[in-house]
T-cell receptor
Framework: GESVGLHLPTLSVQEGDNSIINCAYS??????FIWYKQESGKGPQFIID?????DKRQGQRVTVLLNKTVKHLSLQIAATQPGDSAVYFC????????FGAGTRLAVHP | EAQVTQNPRYLITVTGKKLTVTCSQN?????MSWYRQDPGLGLRQIYY???????DKGDVPEGYKVSRKEKRNFPLILESPSPNQTSLYFC????????????????FGAGTRLSVL
């Protein structure tokens, strides 16, 4: 069946560094992708999305890269701040959204 | 404020005692969905609704029921809860549920942590 997985369950970074969170999906027909952020005690919040006809999309301090050849997408966070500490999910859409298990990002001062 | 509201936030119950978790959205979204979140497994869809009176099973529907009598409300019903339904539950809504555009972005409630003893 379809699956979405993240490469690392946890990622520790120093405040001010850039963070890269990776995600792989199994269905090559997936044509829309979303990154969510989930802070402790809260529901997932939309960060950024990208359609399959794009390779890159930028938001405020975040960039999503999509490599359809290897079915991989990444979320890059520039100048990571303590407030970025959370669990990050990617989701791939083909008929419905399939969510990955999440990567916990820990930001250290 | 645009939001998805779930109640209760926390619930402890016993095996077999029927319960309902309510979900309401104020964004006039057509699509609503229930997920459960378990460690290491990500979000798994229980049921979804494309519109009023239209509901369908997700990936893990056993032991759950839903209804969609009004556009804004989508309650999750556990007729006879069992310990394996102990989990963190999320309700979500989006403008649409089947398009590869921003209309498919799902907005989530704050979650309901359920413990079944």
């Amino acid at each position: 069946g379809e699956s979405v997985g993240l490469h690392l369950p946890t990622l520790s970074v120093q405040e001010g560094d850039n963070s890269i969170i990776n995600c792989a999906y199994s269905n090559s027909a997936s044509d829309y992708f979303i990154w969510y952020k989930q802070e402790s005690g809260k529901g997932p919040q939309f960060i950024i999305d990208i359609r399959s006809n794009m390779d890159k999309r930028q938001g405020q301090r975040v960039t999503v890269l999509l490599n359809k050849t290897v079915k991989h997408l990444s979320l890059q966070i520039a100048a990571t701040q303590p407030g970025d500490s959370a669990v990050y999910f990617c989701a791939a859409f083909y008929n419905k959204l399939i969510f990955g298990a999440g990567t916990r990002l820990a930001v250290h001062p | 404020e645009a939001q998805v509201t779930q109640n209760p936030r926390y619930l402890i119950t016993v095996t077999g005692k029927k319960l309902t978790v309510t979900c309401s959205q104020n964004m006039n979204h057509e699509y609503m969905s229930w997920y459960r979140q378990d460690p290491g497994l990500g979000l798994r869809q229980i049921y979804y609704s494309m519109n009023v009176e239209v509901t369908d099973k997700g990936d893990v529907p056993e032991g759950y029921k839903v209804s969609r009598k009004e556009k804004r409300n989508f309650p999750l019903i556990l007729e006879s809860p069992s310990p394996n339904q102990t989990s963190l539950y999320f309700c979500a809504s989006s403008f649409r549920g089947h398009l590869t555009t921003g209309e498919n972005i799902q907005y989530f409630g704050a979650g309901t942590r359920l413990s079944v003893l």
